[in-house]
């Protein structure tokens, strides 16, 4: 499961009332995400969205690596920065999600940048042979140490890694010996980060906790 969310629903409404709106087909897809799924809550908000494309406008990134598309919100929220002839490339696990993902890129403006890649990003992510100006980590959450490792080696000077869910709804604090992987994974990931040099990192209370690092 997710993280319960930092900010009250309230001032999230409010934030929003305050902010860009999100284009039709994001409306779209978190409306059939929030009607159709079992864990719907794993979709970035409308805030963390609207934040994730504002980093990646600023950034004008020409190469976008995503683990974990979901129904793809993020995914579209970070292809709005990017270059004209850059490209995403977005993994996901779940071959269920495989159909609506694709029917959902095909309708944005930026459709034929992204490519949606099926399976383990653990896998897949070692043979890819790119070198990302922007990734945002954002899958399975006792994995994220090994995300770590394996997208260091593929950043260059300037790249930003963001991950979301490093407070898991508080646990990063609360937690005890019954804690489980995914709390584990999640405070080992927030340990290495602070301990890996080649980073300057920032954590930021947002929804359920977002970390920005760049490499130096
Ligand atoms: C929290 S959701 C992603 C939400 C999406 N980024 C968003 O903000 O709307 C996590 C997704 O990661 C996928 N996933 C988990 N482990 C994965 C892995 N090793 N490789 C690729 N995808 C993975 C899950 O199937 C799930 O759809």
Known sequence: MEGEYIFSSEIETYCQQHSEPETPLLSE???????????PHMISSYIQ????SFISRILKPNCILEIG?????????????LQ??????????????EEKLNEFFSKSSNSKQIKLLIGDALRIIPDLQVTPDLIFIDADKE????????????MKKGSLLIADNVLWG????????????ETHGIIRF??????????????????DGLTLAIRK
């Open 29 to 39: 897809i978190a409306r059939y995400t929030w009607t159709t799924q079992a864990y």
């Open 49 to 52: 969205g609207r934040l994730l």
């Open 69 to 81: 598309s979901f129904t793809g919100y993020s995914t579209l929220c970070l292809a709005e920065g």
């Open 84 to 97: 004209p002839a850059g490209s995403l490339v977005t993994i996901e696990k779940n071959r269920e999600l």
């Open 143 to 154: 994995q994220y140490p090994q995300y770590l490792e394996i997208c260091l080696p593929i």
């Open 170 to 181: 508080e646990k990063v604090i609360h937690h005890d010996s019954k804690s489980n992987k």
């Open 190 to 207: 927030n340990e290495m980060m602070t301990q890996k040099t080649e980073l300057s990192v920032v954590m930021l209370p947002i929804r």
